[in-house]
């Protein structure tokens, strides 16, 4: 009766929670189980809303009504609060999934999800980070992607398991090659009206590279906001010109670069707010106002991201990266509507945008909108394929043309239009 489960990548939590209420649901004693479910991320913005265990009605798209109406109390106009006792069911801390550090504690962890991140690395990186789960899962533990990261798993000693038509992979020391398929399984009975357990205390030890503080630069690695858009990095790469003689932007492009927003915002703030009063833009005041809101957003500070990306968009009202910032932006607060809006003014500008057809292709398909976002998957396609596969695309983060192609045919392969 012992059960730990990492939900790694978490974002705001919605996994690790999910998984707290299957188990409240579905484990009649549970009060008798050591159980864990740690959720972490390298973003402290994100974790930081995790704990806080609010969420809005798009959090709860494809989830039953009861569920929410079971575990969520209405706090405000389309707020929801979970309740404590699941709440406290989770461990959230910070960790970079490809910290440097070397790994402690194997065989820690029965169960690791790890959902929609992996695309978003190089292979070393996914390489690395699969070889830490192989280690940090006991034998036969179960490691659980998204449908479309199951490729990076066929090197590894995982053996696929089929249960129910999803692919899930498991750590088989003895027998790694062996490929199976699990029983499907009996229908899982719900009790009718089984309380809330009282949480155990976890169980274990939290190894150190869960908690180990994430350097800022760490977050080149990360998609800065959460999907389906993620902020582009400034493209030149910084050369070694010592930072005296650099002017204000290119310093504030520099730490922008090592991640320091921090810097960037105290460097450009009273740049931007004396431009402000100036009017009459020009190509560099676009430049400042541009990497201010990107440095306010990747710190997760969206009203004041969303306020400067708008100033930019009053001076360069067709620049397609900036409406697909401000739909990042949007996005991260949940206004899908305004950011629909603002990917398709993306796309009015620069048609051959492949990531805010992609973006776009991608809100629409979790609306349940297969048609429509079928077209603009279709869309991306037709672009990529006129696209060198090893090309970084345009405010990326780092995906190169061949990793949107295989993402997108498995959209379009799953989709029931
Ligand atoms: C697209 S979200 C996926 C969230 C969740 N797993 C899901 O499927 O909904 C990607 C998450 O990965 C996190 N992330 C990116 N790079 C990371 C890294 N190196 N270590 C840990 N988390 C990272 C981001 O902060 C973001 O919250």
Redesign the pocket.
């Known amino acids: 009766q012992r059960l730990r489960m990492w ?5 705001t939590g ?2 690790a929670y999910s998984l707290a209420m299957t188990l409240a649901q579905t484990v009649p004693n549970l009060q008798n189980w050591q159980y864990l479910i740690l959720a ?4 402290p913005n ?1 974790i930081h809303r995790a704990k806080a265990g609010v969420y809005s009605s798009w959090s709860f798209r494809g989830t039953s009504p009861e569920v929410r109406s079971r575990y969520f109390r209405p706090i405000a106009k389309g707020q929801f609060a979970l309740q404590s006792d699941i709440r406290r069911m989770v461990t959230f801390a910070e ?4 910290s440097p550090d070397p790994i402690s504690n194997s065989g820690l962890m029965d169960i690791i999800f ?4 992996l695309f ?1 690395f190089s292979p070393d990186r996914v390489k690395r980070v699969l070889e830490r789960f192989y280690e940090t899962l006991v034998d036969g533990g179960w490691l659980i992607v ?1 449908p479309v990261e199951t490729t990076y798993l066929t090197d590894l000693p995982f053996v696929p398991v089929l249960i129910d038509g999803t692919t899930v992979y498991r750590k088989d020391v003895l027998n790694p090659r062996k490929s199976v398929v699990w029983p499907v399984s009996a229908p899982v009975v719900v009790p009718p009206a089984l309380p809330v357990s009282q949480p155990v205390p976890p169980v274990g030890e939290i190894p150190s590279f869960f908690v180990v503080p994430v350097p800022p630069t ?1 977050l080149n ?3 800065a906001l ?2 389906p858009v993620a902020l582009a990095p400034v493209s030149s790469v910084v050369d070694e010109e010592p930072a005296s003689t650099l002017s204000p932007y290119e310093q504030a492009r520099r730490s922008y670069e090592q991640g320091q927003y921090e810097h960037v915002i105290t460097a450009l703030l009273p740049l931007c707010r004396a431009l402000d009063m100036a009017g009459a833009p020009t190509a560099d005041t676009i430049q400042q106002l541009t990497l201010l809101a990107r440095a306010y957003a990747n710190q997760g500070q969206l009203v004041e991201a969303q306020t400067w990306c708008e100033k930019a968009l009053r001076a360069d009202q067709f620049n397609p990266s900036l409406h697909y910032l401000l739909a990042t932006v949007l996005l991260e607060q949940e206004r899908v509507t305004e950011a629909t809006r603002a990917l398709q003014k993306a796309l009015y500008a620069d048609p051959n945008f492949v990531l805010a057809h992609f973006a776009l292709g991608n809100l629409l398909h979790q609306q349940r909108r297969y048609a429509d976002a079928k077209r603009y998957l279709t869309s991306a396609l037709t672009i990529l394929r006129r696209t060198p596969m090893e090309d970084i695309l345009p405010e990326s983060e780092g995906l190169t043309a061949g990793r949107l192609t295989t993402l997108v045919n498995s959209m379009l392969g799953g989709n029931r239009s």
Do not use: F, G, M
């Open positions: 939900s790694a990548a978490c974002s919605e996994e972490t991320d390298i973003n994100v960790a970079n999934l490809v790890c959902r929609n991140v978003y998204s760490a690695d990360a998609p959460q999907e």
